[in-house]
């Protein structure tokens, strides 16, 4: 199983971007889908995520202006941000909670993309 994240890029505050994340690989089914970041000297933290049937949550840093959505056809996880501000820069990574065609759950991680907000 393979997460592959596109969209970063450098953009300036109040500007948006779109993230996208494909799962590819021996996949029976996805559950939770998620996006992380992490800035120079923090930790990682969650920004939003989304379960298969639709419920999302987000860190309170975003809410308002970051979207996250999901095309299940496509195997596909989206975060619109909008508003960007240059706290928000981080490497963003994405997850998916994969169920294995070998009936295994496993959590997998995107390799990041990065983002930055200049001021």
């Known amino acids: 199983v393979q997460l592959q994240a596109s969209g970063g890029g450098l953009v300036q505050a109040g500007g948006s971007l779109r993230l996208a994340c494909t799962v590819s690989g021996s996949i029976f089914r996805i559950n939770a889908m998620g996006w992380y970041r992490q800035a120079p000297g923090k930790q990682r933290e969650l920004v939003a995520a989304i379960t298969s049937g639709g419920t999302t949550n987000y860190a309170d840093s975003v809410k308002g202006r970051f979207t996250i959505s999901r095309d299940n056809a496509k195997s596909t996880v989206y975060l619109q941000m909008n508003s960007l501000k240059p706290e928000d820069t981080a490497v963003y990574y994405c997850?998916?909670?994969?169920?294995?065609?070998?009936?295994?759950?496993?959590?997998?991680w995107g390799q990041g993309t990065l983002v930055t907000v200049s001021s």
């Open positions: 997850s998916a909670t994969v169920i294995r065609k070998d009936w295994r759950t496993a959590h997998y």
